[in-house]
């Protein structure tokens, strides 16, 4: 009996530190939240969120591709009209998440500093890989020419077996679209299949790992 509320009372510890430091987060990012957002259980953690946004400021980044929109899309854009300059380009594959998306947008006045690009996903082409991705035709004439110092991976959702490979090909956009310097921030990498998306995105660009949050879902990636 002693052990057993020895248990209770650690997993009620961790979740007491878990939401303290969502609550600090959130207190810290307070100047970039958006006017109004319909937060839940798919949106980014504001832990994960503080440490994107503190990277991105400090390393000036300012040309940044994510696959899923949602919370960071918003923050991010926030902060670019703080300084004046800097662009979030977002693939989202949900047309009604696509439409409220836009009018948070509109609302928060971020229409210089966010685009969000309906892109429906297609049955990947990889083999031995199950999920749907981006369709390349609608994305790569969304930003053709453009190249980007920070990618954010969270999307598209791959959180079923019949989806769990969806994100794996997402080491196309940083082969096709990165500067020379540039981060990578994914989230839910811990997850089966993201497991090996992470995997493979270090092996295959030499990247190191800046930053995990070990209360969240989040990792930072840099050469």
């Given at each position: 009996?002693?052990?057993?509320?020895?248990?209770?009372?650690?997993?009620?510890?961790?979740?007491?530190?878990?939401?303290?430091?969502?609550?600090?987060?959130?207190?810290?990012?307070?100047?970039?939240?958006?006017?109004?957002?319909?937060y839940s259980t798919f949106s980014i953690l504001y832990s994960d969120l503080e440490m994107l946004?503190?990277?991105?400021?400090?390393?000036?980044?300012?040309?940044?591709?994510?696959?899923?929109?949602?919370?960071?899309?918003?923050?991010?854009?926030?902060?670019?009209?703080?300084?004046?300059?800097?662009?979030?380009?977002?693939?989202?594959?949900?047309?009604?998440?696509?439409?409220?998306?836009?009018?948070?947008?509109?609302?928060?006045?971020?229409?210089?500093?966010?685009?969000?690009?309906?892109?429906?996903?297609?049955?990947?082409?990889?083999?031995?890989?199950?999920?749907?991705?981006?369709?390349?035709?609608?994305?790569?004439?969304?930003?053709?020419?453009?190249?980007?110092?920070?990618?954010?991976?969270?999307?598209?959702?791959?959180?079923?077996?019949?989806?769990?490979?969806?994100?794996?090909?997402?080491?196309?956009?940083?082969?096709?679209?990165?500067?020379?310097?540039?981060?990578?921030?994914?989230d839910d990498y811990k997850r089966t299949g993201d497991k090996e998306n992470f995997a493979n995105?270090?092996?295959?660009?030499?990247?190191?790992?800046?930053?995990?949050?070990?209360?969240?879902?989040?990792?930072?990636?840099?050469?």
């Amino acid at each position: 009996m002693k052990n057993y509320f020895k248990g209770i009372g650690n997993l009620f510890g961790k979740d007491i530190v878990f939401f303290l430091k969502e609550q600090k987060s959130r207190s810290e990012l307070n100047n970039f939240l958006p006017t109004y957002f319909p937060y839940s259980t798919f949106s980014i953690l504001y832990s994960d969120l503080e440490m994107l946004l503190n990277h991105t400021i400090f390393n000036g980044s300012t040309t940044i591709l994510e696959t899923g929109s949602g919370l960071s899309t918003l923050v991010l854009g926030k902060y670019f009209k703080f300084i004046g300059h800097g662009k979030v380009i977002s693939l989202e594959n949900d047309k009604k998440w696509y439409d409220l998306m836009t009018n948070l947008i509109t609302a928060d006045e971020l229409s210089d500093f966010v685009k969000i690009v309906y892109c429906p996903t297609i049955d990947i082409k990889h083999s031995n890989k199950k999920g749907k991705w981006y369709d390349e035709a609608v994305y790569q004439e969304e930003i053709a020419g453009v190249k980007f110092d920070g990618f954010i991976l969270d999307g598209p959702r791959a959180n079923s077996p019949a989806l769990i490979d969806s994100r794996y090909p997402s080491y196309t956009l940083i082969e096709g679209y990165a500067k020379s310097n540039y981060f990578v921030f994914m989230d839910d990498y811990k997850r089966t299949g993201d497991k090996e998306n992470f995997a493979n995105i270090i092996a295959k660009f030499h990247l190191s790992i800046v930053k995990q949050n070990r209360h969240g879902k989040g990792v930072l990636l840099t050469k």
